[in-house]
């Protein structure tokens, strides 16, 4: 397994705060994703890391942004978080570009 | 629009009893599929890649196969432990990092 460590995994906010959700990842993969997991939907891609600094907007970004400033560290930020927002949050990280991915076991948010 | 559908939903099978989950996509550029398992409250596990119409994968009961427009994955003899819920994905060619998953199979075998 890639060693993907997120943090934390269960967190209650409330509408409006600022949320900071963290992945650590052992493997020195260059490539490493952000996913929300919601009944209904499957894995949805909110931003993803080709590298460090480098960053896109996957389908889902609007009121998320990350930041990754070491290879091991993608950092996923809910600006002023929303009911919406409610969901499991899963990292994930590759290697290469068509390598499969390999997921941390999630952060559960909970906006009220 | 890129698509992947999995199918069913949801299965029921005894012990042993052998079936197929189906993940049929619609992408404008297959680069890879790949299957993963999903433990609840787990992050989904990384079973298998396919990469071409015609290529098998096997791991103990589980055999994947793939087609120019769907894939299955067959559980021969399943075992309750085989329970989890199992998710297809298909990385694109569109010049992006991005792989499109399915909403997955819930798979229950019964002792």
């Known amino acids: 397994d890639a060693g993907i460590t997120q943090s934390p995994r269960h967190k209650v906010t409330e509408t409006g705060t600022p949320v900071t959700l963290r992945c650590h990842q052992t493997e020195n993969h260059r490539y490493m994703y952000w996913y929300r997991q919601d009944p209904g939907h499957g894995l949805r891609l909110i931003h993803y890391?080709?590298?460090?600094?480098?960053?896109d907007k996957g389908e889902v970004s609007d009121g998320y942004s990350v930041s990754r400033s070491k290879t091991e560290d993608f950092l996923l930020t809910l600006e002023s978080a929303t009911s919406s927002q409610t969901s499991v949050y899963f990292c994930?990280?590759?290697?290469?570009?068509?390598?499969?991915?390999?997921f941390g076991n999630g952060t559960r948010l909970t906006v009220t | 629009e890129d698509q992947v559908t999995q199918s069913p939903e949801a299965l029921r099978l005894q012990e042993g009893e052998s079936s197929s989950l189906n993940c049929s996509y619609t992408?404008?550029?297959?680069?890879?599929l790949f299957w993963y398992r999903q433990d609840p409250g787990k992050g989904p596990e990384f079973l298998f890649t396919l990469y071409s119409a015609g290529e098998e994968k096997e791991k103990e009961r589980l055999k994947a196969t793939l087609t120019k427009k769907e894939s299955f994955l067959h559980i021969t003899a399943p075992k309750p432990e085989d329970s989890a819920t199992y998710l297809c994905a298909v990385r694109i060619t569109s010049g992006t990092y991005k792989y499109i998953f399915g909403t997955g199979t819930r798979l229950k075998v019964l002792a």
């Open positions: 994930a990280s590759a290697s290469d570009y068509n390598s499969p991915l390999h």
């Open positions: 992408v404008s550029g297959l680069r890879g």
């Open positions: 890391s080709y590298g460090v600094k480098d960053t």
